[in-house]
């Protein structure tokens, strides 16, 4: 028996208890959204209080600042969630982003402090976040049965969408009563919220191999040498390597029109900002449509292809967004867009926490991270600057045929295609 067929085998428990009536499943999934809340006021705040101190090129830079850390040190972050394991790690993410936030809410109820101290106060959170999201990716399979993956990664989807349609109003509301130091106050507190339910959330031990080595690997490892051995993991993986690529080339297709050419497509077409609002509501809405299909149904056969397949049709929906006459059917097209997209993303997530050996889930985590929230932003100006030259149809169609390439490379390989999911 290989040891990650000995990991599932390890950590399935005798009789497999529902995630949606798990209560430490519950304790994480509140404990997920009261931070994913905490990062959403974060932000408003920040962008707030920036606008206060400087200019739109400074707001900018500050907003950057925050960005480059934790596309930089994804990676790292990834290996110190392997090294320490992901509860110590996301325990101690949210307490050093709640003492930073509400030492920043306190420096503003005194002080209006310089865009150089909220550069800092981005510098530190992004460095922070390229910790936490990785080791948060990491846990379900300590805390829930491989065959309740899936259903955690639509129950995450859900509670995703939720946190970040609520978050902002609640960030404005903050603003408009208290000022950029109440928002990182109701920041901090949510942060604080988090704190408290991950320290309740009991996590499965990693097993151990049939030498009695623990599945963690070499005692006297370095972080680098760690990293190196996680990549390596994923290139010689014969389903997560193909599954990592596909995913990060339709993210790369994906990012940039739904992103930024959204917004152009609009103002060419005479929409207004309703008219994007309402196209962005219509993809939430098909995103929230996913996450609960796949939380309420007890598992998805053929994920593999049915992961290429979603794909594929997103990149169908991507390509009409350009090309549909009206609004409503520009919605509607929104509603395909944010379904298709939610169901791939979440069989892929399934997949790799399913796949991934236990000892490398941090790294292989934070390497699929990396593709979505690092390199994929890359895409912004060259669809902005390509739209500028070509207009939106040409560059959503283009966008659109990365996404197809993406799914064709996971319809090709024979193990990503003919993958499944614990039943």
């Known amino acids: 028996m290989s040891a990650p067929e000995a990991a599932v085998l390890a950590r399935r428990p005798a009789t497999e208890r529902p995630a949606h009536r798990d209560p430490n499943v519950l304790r994480w999934l509140a404990a997920y959204v009261a931070s994913l809340l905490g990062d959403t006021v974060y932000f408003v705040a920040l962008s707030w209080a920036a606008t206060q101190s400087g200019g739109p090129s400074q707001v900018g830079l500050v907003l950057a600042i925050g960005a480059v850390p934790r596309a930089v040190l994804m990676l790292g972050g990834g290996v110190v969630a392997d090294r320490l394991g992901p509860r110590r790690v996301v325990i101690g993410s949210d307490l050093v982003r709640c003492v930073v936030i509400l030492a920043a809410a306190g420096l503003l109820a005194f002080t209006a402090p310089g865009l150089w101290a909220l550069a800092a106060i981005a510098l530190v959170f992004g460095a922070v976040d390229a910790l936490f999201m990785p080791a948060v990716g990491a846990l379900p399979p300590r805390i829930t049965a491989p065959g309740q993956l899936a259903r955690v990664q639509g129950m995450r989807g859900m509670a995703s969408r939720t946190a970040l349609i609520a978050g902002a109003p609640l960030g404005g509301m903050a603003v408009a009563f208290g000022g950029s130091a109440a928002a990182f106050a109701v920041a901090g507190a949510f942060f604080a919220g988090s704190l408290a339910l991950l320290l309740a959330v009991r996590v499965a031990p990693l097993p151990t191999d049939a030498i009695g080595e ?39 297709g994906f990012t940039g029109p739904m992103n930024v050419g959204l917004a152009l497509l609009v103002q060419e077409r005479g929409w207004g900002a309703s008219g994007l609002g309402w196209i962005i509501a219509g993809f939430g809405l098909g995103a929230g449509g996913a996450a609960l299909l796949v939380a309420v149904r007890r598992r998805l056969g053929r994920a593999g292809l049915l992961f290429s397949c979603f794909m594929a049709a997103g990149a169908v929906a991507v390509a009409a967004l350009a090309y549909v006459p009206t609004l409503a059917a520009a919605v509607a097209a929104g509603v395909a867009v944010g379904l298709t997209a939610g169901l791939s993303g979440t069989l892929n997530n399934a997949l790799i926490q399913t796949e991934a050996d236990p000892a490398h889930l941090g790294r292989v985590t934070s390497v699929a991270m990396l593709f979505t929230v690092g390199t994929a932003p890359l895409a912004y100006p060259l669809t902005g600057a390509a739209v500028g030259v070509w207009g939106p149809a040409p560059v959503f169609a283009a966008s659109a045929a990365v996404i197809v390439t993406g799914a064709a490379i996971g319809l090709l390989t024979p193990p990503l295609r003919r993958a499944e999911l614990p039943s």
């Open 214 to 252: 623990a599945v963690t690997g070499k005692a006297a490892t370095t972080p680098w040498r760690d990293l190196a051995d996680g990549l390596r993991y994923i290139r010689r993986h014969r389903l997560l390597a193909p599954l990592v690529v596909a995913m990060a080339v339709g993210e790369l």
